[in-house]
Each structure stands twice: as C-alpha cells, then as structure tokens.
C-alpha cells in the first residue's frame, strides 16, 4: 500500500485540504495523519476526512522539537518522561486524541519514545543543530557532544511501557507502532526499544521505520540504517519514506542523501509505504512519487 502523509500544524484545514487534492490527483488513496498540535479540534477535520473521501492508514502523533525536549508538561512524545505524572498525563492526551480520530477508521498509530532527560539535554541539542547546519562546511563535531550525562533512562523505560500497555487495553483495533528516534538524544535506541517489545510481547504493538531519521543517525556514528530493520524487520507495519538534506529531514525522496533503491528489497508487500515531504503544493510531492516508483517501492 502507498500513501502520503498530510499534516496538522498551525497552517489549518485549508493547507490541508490542498495537499489531500494535489495526491488524490496523483493517485494516493491512502494518507498517514500526522498531528503536531494536541489542542486542536479534530472533529472538523474527521468531518472533512469523510467529506473527501480519506482512508487513514496511520495517525502519527509528534511534537516539534522545541516542545519535546521541554518535560515540565506532558506533550505526545512524552510518555517516557521521568515523571509519571507528565507520563500519565501524556498517555491520557494520546488516548483522547485516538479516540476524536476514530470515527476516521485510522488502522495504525505512530509514536516516538521522547528524548533521553537529561540538565543539558536542550544546550545539546541546539549545539548538535547548529553543527549539522554547518556540516557543509565540514564543521569538526564538538568533542563529547553525543555523550549524553547521567540519566534514568530505565525509569523512563519502565513509565513508557506502562503508558503502553494502557493505551493498547483502552485502543484494541488500533495497532501502535515505535519509530526511530530523529536526534541521538532520543530515548529509543534499538536496545531500548528492544526492552519495550520484550516487555509487551503479547500486544500488538509494531515497528514503523523512518529512513531519514535512521540515516541521520548513521551519519552521527550513532546506530547504522540497516540495524533498524534488521532487529524489528519482522514488526515492520509501515515506512516512513523522506529524504535527508544536510541537517533538514522531510525532503521528497531522490532529493537528498539516501539511496532509496538498497531498502526496497526489504519490504514486505504489505508494509505501507508512506511519502512524506515539507510540500504542499504537490510539485515535490509528484517528484518523490515518480523516484519511489523508479526504484520499486511505489
């Protein structure tokens, strides 16, 4: 299955609804829903799903950075926060915002596990942003910067998987799915991210990959592209498929760094094949499209 993603951010329905018109003309029938902002009505925009005739194969719920990396409130990519109240409270903002969508029949829901807490965790981040900016001028890392301080990341493990397990008994047709973190602070490494589908063996709980996120991670010595797929290949239940352009992710695919063509091998035929740009107007969109198709993905 193909699909593309459209976004709810502080552009509105309008922007929305342009984009699900500029891909139903070039042939998507499917969309992956990916929603940045938890306070958002969503009842006008389920009614506008059906009034178009959208089929939601996913919902992925994310928070831009500046918010995930802030733990004093809860936020989507904040059920593994250290403290179970913002823990709680997080897995109650993704349960009600689950619940607005499922009059829109989505099949899958996309989650990040949040950010490693740490004291220096946003002067770190913001030094790693600065350097990727520069990397075109061969910018040398920072010496120690990917080092991350003492942490509890098993503490946060523990809340994550409990917020987890919640949200699989209150959603049961709705299959979640863990995706590669998009900063090397992030909480789920594959080992981590291993612990949490131990500890949920029996529920229904899935892998969604991310090529640009599993690429800017191999580009920071971090993990290799081809480890994600290799340890949870057989949860895959979908991809996210963008390109990375120095330190900007969400390019259309064939744009970038990636070499889209080695991973086609690797999905199955029923892993769902999402095309995700920064474009509404369609033309990248239709670029991205015809490479994926070029290469035997689409």
Known sequence: MKAVTIKLDEKGLETLLKRI???????????????????????????AFTDHRVKLCAVRLAEPRQKAVVFRRPGYAKMGALSREISDASARMVLETAEQLAPARPSHLVLTGGYVEF?????????????????????????????????????????????????NAKLPG????????????GLLTPER????????????????????????LEKLGIVKQDVWLAKFGPRLKGVYLADNLGAHGEQAPGLGEIDFSKLAPELAKSTIRVLVTDDASGTKMRFGSDYLARVGIF
């Not at 709705?174 to 602070?185: E, H, R, Y």
Request: aromatic share 8%.
């Open 21 to 47: 018109r500029a891909a139903q003309e070039l042939g998507f029938e499917n969309f992956d829903f990916t929603i940045e902002n938890p306070q958002a009505p969503l009842g006008r925009f389920v009614k």
């Open 119 to 167: 004291p220096t965790l946003v002067e770190r981040q913001i030094q790693l942003d600065e350097h990727l900016d520069r990397e075109e001028r061969n910018a040398p890392l920072p010496k120690d910067l990917l080092q991350t301080p003492e942490a509890k990341a098993d503490d946060q493990l523990e809340n994550l998987c409990r917020a987890l397990h919640s949200l």
């Open 174 to 185: 709705l299959a979640i799915c863990l995706m590669p973190p998009s900063s090397p602070f």
């Open 193 to 216: 991210m291993q612990h949490v589908f131990d500890d949920l063996r029996e529920k229904n709980l899935g892998y969604w990959h991310s090529t640009s996120n599993a690429a800017l």
